[in-house]
Structures are given as structure tokens and as C-alpha cells.
């Protein structure tokens, strides 16, 4: 079953904060971060194991708790750069299940 | 080093048609995985291949198969096409088989048409 994404849309000025969530129905094990820029290949952002770790990747950073089932993106400070389709993997049952995704863009 | 390569980048079928799609992996990854992506249901998940053996099967009918060779190159075929085929496949590769899967790398995708 796919994990649940919100908010499908988002449109940011550049520089405002943006928080991608991603929620699943079923138990987690871990949870993986995709951004997809429109006509290339969706790049790696990182990857949470349960434990409730938070990771960063430059002003990305990442949450997950197991116990909800949920995992949440922030984006600080957005820039321009970070316009593209947010995904959130789940791993379960031996398959990476991804949500919908998640369209951001940051404008001027 | 070269990413990972797919093949054809872009073509169209008619309904009923057969296709054959071509992934090729970086130099040295031996999981191979394919993904179905349509503007409505995102990433979907096909099948993963390691060392020529389908370790992982997603929900898709029996038209849709595919392989790994010896190289670590992968096909996959979709025969009988339908309309509702029409979407972007996607191949990622990752240097080992592990769970969960580390960080794959995809590459830009074959965009089918079915008319």
C-alpha cells in the first residue's frame, strides 16, 4: 500500500520553510527521500531507520517516527534549486513502495 | 562514471504491441529495479532483479516480465499493450541487494505511448 503524501502542491518563495509529510498505514522499517526535477531521473536525498533519527542534507533535513508510521521533509530556506517532485519511499515487505509525490515549487 | 542508461529514451505503440525496454546499470551495481511512474499513482513498483535471479515482484499483471543478464543488464517487456500502459518506466540500480535497499540510482526514464 503506498505511503500517503501532503500536501501534493506547494508553491514557496524563495527563502520560506516548506514541510513535506508522508504517512503510512502499515509499520515501517524505513522510510527514503527522492526529488525528481521535471524530465530527469528522481536523485537519492536520504534514508531514516526506525529510531526516530532526524538527517540532514544541506538545509533538508528529515524526521521519522515509527510509532506514527510517519516521516516529515523540511526544507529551510528554500531556493530555487529545490523545485522539483518530492517523493517519500516506504520499505516493507521486502518492496520500496513510494508515494505520489509531492510538486514543490520556489519562485522569486 | 557513466549512470545509469535507458533505452529507447522514447516510443510509441499501438494496442496489442509488444515492447521491450533496456537498462543498463552502473558499472559494478548488480540490483536492478523498475518502476512504473503515471502523473496519478507516482512510482510503482515492478520487479527487482539481482544476479539474474527476480528477487521482488510488484502488483502488475503477467504482461509485464522481465530479466537480468550475466552483465547485470536488464530488460523488461510489457506484451499485449493497453492503453493504460502508457507511462514512464524507470530503472534504478544499487550496488548490492539489501534490506532495506540503499540508495538507487535511476535513470531517465523510456516514456511509452500506447495508441
Known amino acids: 500500500q503506498q505511503p500517503v503524501q501532503s500536501p501534493q502542491a506547494v508553491i514557496l518563495r524563495e527563502g520560506e520553510d516548506a514541510v513535506i509529510n508522508c504517512s503510512s498505514s502499515?509499520?515501517?522499517?524505513?522510510v527514503h527521500w527522492y526529488r525528481q526535477k521535471h524530465g530527469e531521473a528522481p536523485i537519492f536525498l536520504m534514508i531514516l531507520l526506525k529510531g526516530g533519527e532526524q538527517k540532514g542534507h544541506d538545509k533538508i533535513s528529515a524526521s521519522f517516527n515509527e510509532k506514527k508510521q510517519q516521516s516529515s521533509l523540511y526544507l529551510t530556506a528554500s531556493q530555487l534549486s529545490y523545485s522539483g517532485t518530492y517523493f517519500c519511499g516506504t520499505f516493507g515487505g521486502n518492496k520500496l513502495t513510494f508515494g505520489t509525490g509531492t510538486q514543490l515549487k520556489v519562485e522569486l | 562514471k557513466a549512470g545509469v542508461t535507458q533505452t529507447p529514451r522514447y516510443l510509441i505503440k499501438t494496442r496489442g504491441q509488444q515492447v521491450t525496454l533496456s537498462c543498463s546499470p552502473i558499472s559494478g551495481h548488480r540490483s536492478v529495479s523498475w518502476y512504473q511512474q503515471t502523473p496519478g499513482q507516482g512510482l510503482q513498483f515492478l520487479f527487482e532483479y539481482f544476479s539474474e535471479t527476480q528477487r521482488n515482484k510488484g502488483n502488475f499483471p503477467g504482461r509485464f516480465s522481465g530479466r537480468q543478464f550475466s552483465n547485470s543488464r536488464s530488460e523488461m517487456n510489457v506484451s499485449t499493450l493497453e492503453l493504460g500502459d502508457s507511462a514512464l518506466y524507470l530503472c534504478?540500480?544499487?550496488?548490492?541487494?539489501?534490506?532495506?535497499?540503499?540508495?538507487?540510482?535511476f535513470g531517465e526514464g523510456s516514456r511509452l505511448t500506447v495508441l
Open positions: 502499515k509499520a515501517l522499517y524505513s
Open positions: 534504478a540500480s544499487s550496488l548490492v541487494q539489501t534490506n532495506p535497499p540503499g540508495e538507487l540510482f
